[in-house]
């Protein structure tokens, strides 16, 4: 009996192999174009990364050395950005309510331009932090979060939260957020996306006061939770909200390869990436 289960085993494979066929796949080459990546905020000068985008074969990003990058404020020209080994860099700290706009120039590619204006600083009211108040099944501890937003502005608006991790004087990495029932949280459908940050609108909540409820997990249960609150603007919040699910689509899976590729958004005029602002505000708590 065993002998006739492993001829027939060994039939299986040798009609397997022989049916097997390589087939090769004509991927086409679109044109390289430029990628701008600059997120700035009224407490920095504006810092931008250009770049040219590649096959989805190749690996690395090819820098641009060679553009003529100019700042306006307003409509007006502030300067030429020089570039500084790896980035370009203005002497410009952008203030508050002001539009900014960069034009870029580089040989053989069309004219990119961007403009963005920086945001009112958020308005962080009290905020509480319970640890561990629960275990999930792999015995992970979660704690939570809860933080006091004034929106005080009438028009729509839009945040972003950081959560950092401090442990003997040194930052450790974001921590792991983890779904509850907030429902701003809930409301932009990303949590199951593993995001590196919290961002959301003011949809439910404009023009008023809202506690916001994060759960997450301490990597170093005794660390310090540094939080950072950020009023972004909207092309910032499309941005970071469509790379966080192209991210997760492209994360490997052993049983069911790469998933499908998400569309990033970018405000980017004849090229890709980013060119935006945001304004943020501070706050740490102890373990104690």
Not at 36 to 56: A, E, G, M, P, R
Not at 151 to 176: A, C, H, K, P, W
Not at 181 to 186: L, S, T, W
């Amino acid at each position: 009996m065993k002998g006739k289960i492993f001829y027939i085993a060994l039939l299986f494979l040798l009609l397997y192999t022989q049916c097997s066929k390589e087939i090769e796949i004509d991927i086409p080459q679109n044109s390289a174009r430029l990628v701008v990546n600059s997120l700035f905020s009224s407490d920095t000068i504006v810092k931008l990364n250009l770049s040219k985008s590649i096959f989805i074969l190749d690996h690395g990003r090819p820098i641009v050395k060679n553009a003529q990058i100019k700042l306006y404020k307003d409509g007006v020209f502030l300067e030429n950005l020089s570039f500084d080994s790896q980035k370009y860099i203005s002497q410009t700290k952008p203030q508050r309510g002001s539009d900014y706009k960069i034009t870029i120039n580089v040989p053989e590619f069309p004219t990119l331009e961007a403009v963005n204006k920086v945001p009112e600083m958020p308005v962080l009211g009290q905020t509480q932090l319970e640890r561990n108040i629960y275990v999930e099944d792999n015995m992970v501890k979660f704690s939570r979060l809860k933080l006091q937003i004034e929106d005080i502005s009438n028009g729509q608006d839009y945040y972003e939260v950081f959560l950092l991790e401090r442990y003997n004087g040194n930052l450790l990495m974001d921590v792991s957020y983890h779904k509850n029932q907030d429902a701003v949280i809930n409301n932009e459908g990303l949590i199951d996306y593993r995001p590196s940050s919290i961002i959301f609108s003011d949809e439910l909540f404009n023009s008023s006061s809202y506690q916001l409820s994060i759960d997450f997990h301490f990597f170093k249960e005794e660390s310090d939770l540094i939080i950072i609150l950020r009023s972004i603007s909207k092309e910032y919040y499309l941005y970071q909200k469509y790379l966080t699910i192209h991210l997760h689509s492209q994360d490997d899976d052993f049983w069911n390869g790469l998933g499908e590729p998400a569309q990033v958004y970018s405000n980017i005029r004849n090229g890709y990436g980013i060119f935006a602002a945001y304004s943020e505000v501070r706050d740490t708590i102890l373990n104690q």
